[in-house]
């Protein structure tokens, strides 16, 4: 059952651009009621997926690293004490790399976070202010040196790919985020989706995406350069030293179980999904009631399972094991992947197999998308 454990912290300084409304600070927060509530969620959720060592805690959500020490030292004592904790678990904390926020990195730290995932995406103010972002550069490579001092292991995430963005500018970005020594780098293209700021802006003429095919070379110089400092990719867009990949996402991507607590947290265990009362005061009143803040738990099918973990294993570059789908979901390889259509991605040199296990190449991984669309049956997914 679970061997990783998500923590939603909703709560942000004031109104900003990357939460719902309803999930900003309102008047102050209640932290003994909190406390309360959020380990009521987690004493649910261990008494059904409780019974394995966990391997990872991921504190993630609004802005997570102003959570309150205590609080975060309380959650830990209680998750050891609920599942126990594997040798040498990873604890990692999302933080907004303000100053702010950096000012806690040390409490925290002492509290047992001992991994933090910090939102640079990018290293000059301008850019920052294109991305919408709060800090500005010289505060974020300040929070990076505070975290790089309190915390054991520290990653840190940057967009490329930007509109007009050549590929010297973005080597000379990237070489300089190599510089700092951090073993773990989260390295995204821009994309636009619908329904944001961004799509607003291309409708109306403010800018340009940057076109694919440049967009493709920038994916593959990325590439390129994080093999040569020792940060190859384990996935289309995490880079790590080898034993530094991020065991929180890896168990999403392998498609193993973890328990989700908090406002608006997912989960999954057993073959069933769950998700938690997005608003606070919503997720308040339901652990006040039923004892969790649970909204919704659905039982998933075989083939949706297995479509999930097809949709995400392909994302790493060890790929998926049929075999080990197969026997996990009851489902015979054969109807796990179209077998003709990897044959001939494999020939463009789009995709490899090696027995049971298959994956995308580096030359494949910037047509993701499209390739997952041909690789996993339609009837699989539509299940």
């Not at 995204?188 to 493709?216: C, H, K, M, W």
């Not at 867009?237 to 530094?244: I, K, M, V």
Request: hydrophobic share 45%; proline share 5%; with cysteine.
């Amino acid at each position: 059952m679970a061997r990783a454990l998500y923590i939603h912290w909703p709560f942000c300084l004031a109104k900003c651009p990357y939460c719902d409304f309803n999930s900003h600070v309102r008047g102050g927060i209640d932290v003994p009621a909190w406390r309360e509530a959020m380990l009521a969620d987690m004493r649910h959720e261990a008494g059904i997926a409780a019974n394995e060592a966990l391997d990872s805690v991921f504190f993630g959500g609004g802005t997570p690293s102003l959570m309150p020490p205590a609080l975060v030292a309380d959650l830990l004592e209680e998750a050891e004490r609920l599942w126990g904790f594997a040798p040498g678990i990873e604890i990692t904390l999302e933080a907004n790399p303000s100053s702010v926020e950096a000012a806690n990195f040390r409490d925290l730290a002492a509290a047992g976070v001992n991994r933090a995932s910090l939102g640079l995406q990018a290293l000059d103010d301008r850019t920052l202010r294109f991305l919408g972002r709060l800090h500005d550069a010289e505060e974020g490579l300040n929070a990076l040196e505070t975290a790089q001092s309190a915390f054991e292991r520290v990653s840190f995430d940057l967009i490329y790919a930007r509109p007009g963005q050549s590929a010297e500018q973005w080597a000379a970005e990237l070489e300089r985020a190599l510089g700092f020594g951090t073993g773990h780098l989260s390295l995204y293209q821009l994309t636009i989706e619908p329904g944001t700021r961004f799509a607003t802006d291309v409708r109306q003429g403010a800018f340009s995406p940057l076109d694919n095919d440049p967009a493709a070379d920038l994916f593959a110089l990325t590439r390129e350069m994080t093999e040569a400092a020792g940060l190859p990719a384990y996935e289309v867009s995490n880079h790590a030293r080898p034993g530094e990949e991020s065991r929180h996402n890896l168990a999403y991507w392998r498609y193993r179980d973890y328990a989700g607590i908090g406002p608006g947290a997912h989960g999954r265990r057993g073959g069933v999904a769950t998700l938690r009362h997005k608003k606070p005061e919503n997720w308040l009143a339901a652990v006040a009631e039923t004892g969790s803040g649970l909204k919704d738990e659905r039982s998933l099918a075989s083939r949706e399972q297995a479509s999930e973990a097809l949709l995400m294993g392909l994302r790493l570059g060890e790929g998926v094991d049929l075999a080990d789908l197969s026997r996990r979901f009851g489902i015979a390889t054969a109807d796990l992947i179209d077998r003709e259509k990897l044959a001939f991605h494999e020939r463009l040199g789009l995709a490899w197999s090696d027995g049971a296990r298959i994956g995308v190449t580096p030359h494949g991984m910037p047509l993701l998308d499209a390739l997952l669309g041909e690789l996993v049956p339609a009837a699989l997914v539509a299940a």
